[in-house]
């Protein structure tokens, strides 16, 4: 079975502009998430998709968006980027993602390296 | 809310040595405890995970962890260290094994022949 893919692998940006990153699940899988990962704040979740419904948002600006299309497949998107967005961007995938007794597990994906200069 | 705490951003082991590495967390229900190695230029691999049932929990490449709730840890452990464990390890939380994950700091192993 393939596993989590992402596109594109790397992506240099300027101020200002924005960015769209798109996640494939493994095949079956529901729930995406969306992780930033960088030097300074480590790991830190974005926002989860859900049968095409945000369920669950992570602590940062409007900038930061997503979405979820019906074959599960998500994109984000980051608008009037800054510096401090250049970050590894990892996606991740599960069965179903919640629900009490779930013993969902989340499948990362190789990441997307944003350089915002 | 949920956080979790990795102790030592750095670990030197010798090839063949113990590697622990340390975690604690703090959670407000009862948590799912999860490990994950990242490789340089890569995304996360799960080493492991505790959901319910058994404390003890074995992964992969040898690698084991013991769920104490008394200590609110979750310290992962590896008898003999091979120089392919060089890599970096995050300890994660969630409420429900699926949900949203609260990552540690990470703690960066170098392995010395």
């Known amino acids: 079975k393939a596993g989590v893919t992402q596109t594109p692998r790397y992506l240099i940006k300027t101020r200002g502009q924005q960015v769209t990153l798109s996640c494939s699940p493994i095949s079956g899988h529901r729930s995406v998430s969306w992780y930033q990962q960088t030097p300074g704040q480590g790991l830190q979740f974005l926002f989860e998709y859900f049968s095409e419904t945000q369920r669950n948002k992570g602590n940062f600006p409007g900038r930061f968006s997503g979405r979820q299309f019906s074959n599960s497949r998500s994109e984000m998107n980051v608008s009037t980027l800054e510096l401090g967005d250049s970050a590894l961007y990892l996606c991740?995938?599960?069965?179903?993602?919640?629900?009490?007794?779930?013993?969902?597990?989340?499948?990362f994906g190789p990441g997307t390296r944003l350089t915002v200069l | 809310a949920q956080s979790v705490t990795q102790l030592g951003s750095h670990v030197s082991v010798s090839e063949g040595a113990l590697v622990l590495l340390r975690c604690n967390y703090s959670s407000s229900v009862p948590p799912y405890l999860f490990w994950y190695v990242q490789y340089p230029n890569q995304g996360l691999q799960l080493l492991l995970k505790?959901?319910?049932?058994?404390?003890l929990v074995k992964g992969i490449n040898g690698f084991e962890a013991e769920f104490k709730k008394s200590e609110t840890s979750f310290h992962l452990t590896k008898p003999s260290a091979h120089m392919s464990d060089a890599a970096e390890y995050f300890c994660a939380v969630s409420k429900a094994a699926g949900n949203k994950l609260t990552f540690g700091g990470g703690t960066r192993v170098l392995v010395k022949p």
């Open positions: 505790y959901t319910t049932g058994a404390t």
């Open positions: 991740a995938s599960s069965l179903e993602g919640t629900g009490a007794g779930s013993t969902d597990t989340q499948y």
